[in-house]
């Protein structure tokens, strides 16, 4: 089965980022576009494009895997691995999450989503936050 062109523009797109290519990146999505993830909710290209220049002056080497990528009709469901470096601590992290993209008809993505645990992903490997994430997450957990 050939690929979705879209879907396999898209996955391209974001496993070979760097502050040089964002705004390719970024024009695969239509003016208008919106894209949601745990810390943003924007419209836009000039605001999805904020997003990942800012990423790269958050975080060293940021590097997203995409592990799956399904498409039907016109909306695509990626998995991935969010790759990078801590700025400050030089701690290594991977983020594992996904994102829900819907596709206008030109093609470009009109609808972005991703979903990821701050909480499990993020939080929990810092230094200061992990034990106290450590410590709700026995809090909270249901008794076996």
Known sequence: MT??????????????LSEDTVQALVDLYAADATFKDPF??????DAIARIFRHMFSA??????QVREAIAQGE?????????CRGSVSGQVLCIHGATHLRF???GRVIRHRDYWDAAEELY???PL???LMR??????RAPA
Do not use: C, M
Not at 3 to 16: G, W
Not at 40 to 45: H, I, L, P, Q
Not at 59 to 64: A, E, I, N
């Open 3 to 16: 690929p979705d062109p879209r879907l396999a523009r898209i996955v391209h797109a974001y496993e070979t």
């Open 40 to 45: 943003n909710d924007v419209s836009g290209r």
């Open 59 to 64: 975080v060293d080497q940021p590097r997203f």
């Open 75 to 83: 909306q695509a469901f990626l998995t991935w691995d969010f790759h």
């Open 104 to 106: 206008g008809a030109d």
């Open 124 to 126: 929990a490997k810092q």
């Open 129 to 131: 936050l992990g034990g």
């Open 135 to 140: 410590w709700l997450q026995r809090r909270l």
